[in-house]
C-alpha cells in the first residue's frame, strides 16, 4: 500500500497484517438525481416493467462516488484502511418533484501494518 491508498474491507480483520491503531468511525456520503430527461424515460421503462439501466448506472456511480469520499475521510484521519465498510442507501424528495438518491459508506478507520 502506498502511502496515498486506503484499502477498503468488509471484514474485520486483514489476513497478513495486524492493527497499529483504531482511529474510529468514517464515512462518505453521495447524493444524486436524474435529470428531467432521465426520469422521463424511466417513467416509460417502468410502464413496461423491466430493468432500469439508467437509475443502476446511477446507483453505481453514487456508490463509487462514497467509497471516494470514505477513503478520502480516512486518509484525512491518518488511516490506512478501513475495516467493516457497509453501505446505507435511500431515497427522498427534492421539493421540486425530483427524487434524489442518497449513499453513505462506513467503517472503522485502522492504521494497518504488515507482520
Excluded at 74 to 98: C, K, Q, T
Aim: with cysteine.
Amino acid at each position: 500500500m502506498t502511502e496515498k491508498q486506503c484499502l477498503i474491507l468488509t471484514t474485520n480483520d486483514c489476513p497478513g497484517m495486524r492493527v497499529l491503531r483504531v482511529i474510529g468511525p468514517v464515512y462518505g456520503t453521495s447524493v444524486r438525481t436524474r435529470s428531467i430527461g432521465g426520469n422521463w424515460v424511466s417513467c416509460f421503462r417502468a410502464v413496461r416493467g423491466g430493468k432500469q439501466p439508467g437509475y443502476t448506472k446511477m446507483i453505481s456511480a453514487t456508490r463509487d462516488d462514497a467509497l471516494q469520499e470514505l477513503a478520502k475521510h480516512a486518509l484525512s484521519l491518518g488511516a490506512n484502511a478501513v475495516f467493516a465498510m457497509r453501505f446505507d442507501s435511500s431515497e427522498f424528495g427534492s421539493g421540486a418533484g425530483y427524487l434524489m438518491n442518497e449513499v453513505t459508506a462506513y467503517g472503522t478507520a485502522v492504521v494497518l501494518e504488515a507482520v
